[in-house]
């Protein structure tokens, strides 16, 4: 019992110390592990430090980004939005009509359409579709139906077609069948004007006649508006301004007139093809201000169909081309020379029928003796020896700058594109050599436009004014209001009245006496000059032959008004004259324009009396 009870007092303190020794151990491992404990705690806070320090730089830079978004980019991101939300549109507007003086419409946008087939819709088989489609289209059935098996969708059938085709194919109610409509440019008038309104290519820019030279009067500029559009690119009509689709009802109007230019057309083609002619051209001016009523020229184009033809003829040849005019120069030579006094009309000169000039020899152009003839009876019978003698009255230099101031040399001034500059040879060369105003005395040795010959003869018809040509009168409403009139330059006088009236009479003589009496019109006082000229080689010299026809005629002419000139060039035959090609042409406009201008007869008795 004893032994017992030492056992376990012996036990209880092994375990005390046993406890102790653990409470010891404890606490040493305590003690070791502080200083990793505050290391580890030192360690988080650290970690919290940066955090905290990347959040709050980053709140900073957040900040920084939105001050500078809402308050430093804010307007130009403002706009940038805006820009993304709006879309800047400008409607198709249709380019201006083209009319002539009496409201005849030349040129306007129409209405077309392309024609896109989808075979995969058809509800009928390919051959009955075919057949429907095929008469209105003008294609043959069998070659439908290969173009329907090509592809099942998406098939350009016919690109251009009328509102009345497109009229009649929609009325069949066919499923497979795609209108796409866009304008394009017609011309009612085919080729009766083409030479004078031109065309316009398939991007809708004019590349001849008055659409190209007119562009920016017949273009309409409508305004660029701004329109919404929804997330997904569509436009927002409802935010669409008010009227932005209108737009004016301005036409431009020209000074031709369509009944001038028809009789004047086949007159012209008439001669030509009696003559077997290269080409011609038929211009009729109002010499009062250059508006011209008329300008033929053959042969010509249909713009509805440009495609098809020379590019040669888009180019007007009465505008762009040169010539030497030959005897229709030679009332402007007696105009320069009675204006500088001297010559009086009443002078006579000798005509041996040939002179000699340094190493040249001048003939006339029918063989003649010796004859003495006034002025009148030169211009009559178109003696080139009489011009050359009349001309060597005057001083060459002085002669020379009568040129130059009639225009020879420079380009003429004119509302028509591809104008091109008359050639004067250099004052030196002309100056130089004596058969140079011999033969510019008779129309050769210089060239200028058809165009120019007839301002030329214009100032003898008005009172000695050069007037500019001119096709444009100006934009006008649908109530015949004008809205912009063309404004052509201060006319230059440069004859006075009293030498164009005198010239005149003696072109009236050249009408009922000598070789323009072919162009007699009873009742009526017409004065005229034929012309018959070598035709001039681009290589120098002239073409073996060749020969250019024309006749100017200046009427009515107790009163001086109008100007009509025809030209044809290589007209064949023995019998091919300024007198049998060109007078004729002349004479059937003028009797065209007579009704047409309400022109009342001359008083052909009060002339008489007068002894005129």
Known sequence: MAKSSSKTR????????????????????????????????????????????????????????????????????????????????????????????????????????????????FDESPEEIAEKIGTILGKEQADLVKTFQSKRSGILLASGISEE??????????????????????????????????????DRRGQAGVEYSQEKLLERFGPTVRMSRSGNGSLMPDYAPQGFLNSDDLKLQLTIDNRVQRIARAALKEQMTKFSAKRGAVIVMDAVDGSLLALVSQPTYNPNEYGKSDISLFKNWAVADLYEPGSTFKPINVAIALENGVIQPEDTFEDPGSLKIGTHTIKNAERTGYRRLTISEILQTSSNIGMVRIIQRLKPSLYYNWLQRLGLGQKLETDLPFAVTSQLKSQKQFISSAIEPA???????????????????????????????????????????MHYSVTPPEPLQIFSTTTTQKVVQMMETVVSQGTGKASRISG???????????????????????????????????????????????????????????APIVKTVIEGLIPIEQIPPSDLEAKDKDGK
Not at 18 to 42: D, H, M, Y
Not at 44 to 73: E, N, P
Not at 91 to 118: E, G, K
Not at 533 to 562: C, L
């Open 10 to 121: 012996f036990g209880n303190l092994r375990n005390l110390e046993f406890r102790r020794e653990r409470k010891f151990s404890k606490t040493t491992q305590l003690g070791n592990l502080e200083p990793k404990i505050t290391a580890e705690l030192g360690n988080i806070k650290l970690r919290l430090l940066i955090v905290w320090g990347v959040l709050i730089m980053a709140m900073v830079g957040l900040g920084c980004k939105l001050y500078q978004l809402q308050i430093l980019d804010g307007k130009k991101l403002a706009q940038r939005a805006r820009n993304q939300q709006m879309v800047n549109l400008r409607p198709y507007v249709a380019r201006r009509p083209m009319i002539d003086r009496a409201d005849n419409t030349l040129a306007i946008d129409r209405p077309v359409y392309n024609l896109y087939t989808h075979p995969k819709l």
């Open 439 to 481: 033969t510019a005395s008779f129309g050769q040795g210089f060239s200028l436009t058809p165009l120019q010959l007839v301002q030329l003869h214009g100032a003898l018809a008005n009172g000695g004014k050069l007037v500019t040509p001119h096709v444009v009168r100006g934009l006008i409403d649908s109530q015949g209001g």
């Open 524 to 582: 009526y006082r017409i004065g005229g000059k034929t012309g018959t000229a070598q035709k001039a080689s681009p290589n120098g010299g002239y073409i073996k032959g060749a020969r250019i026809t024309s006749f100017v005629a200046i009427f009515p002419v107790e009163s001086p008004r109008y100007v009509v000139f025809a030209v044809v060039d290589e007209p064949k035959g023995e019998n091919a004259y300024g007198s049998t090609v060109a």
């Open 165 to 202: 085709i497109a009229d009649k194919l929609i009325s069949l109610r066919l499923n497979g069948l795609e209108f796409v409509q866009k304008y394009s440019r017609f011309y009612p008038q085919g080729d009766l004007v083409a030479d004078v309104v031109g065309y316009v290519n398939l």
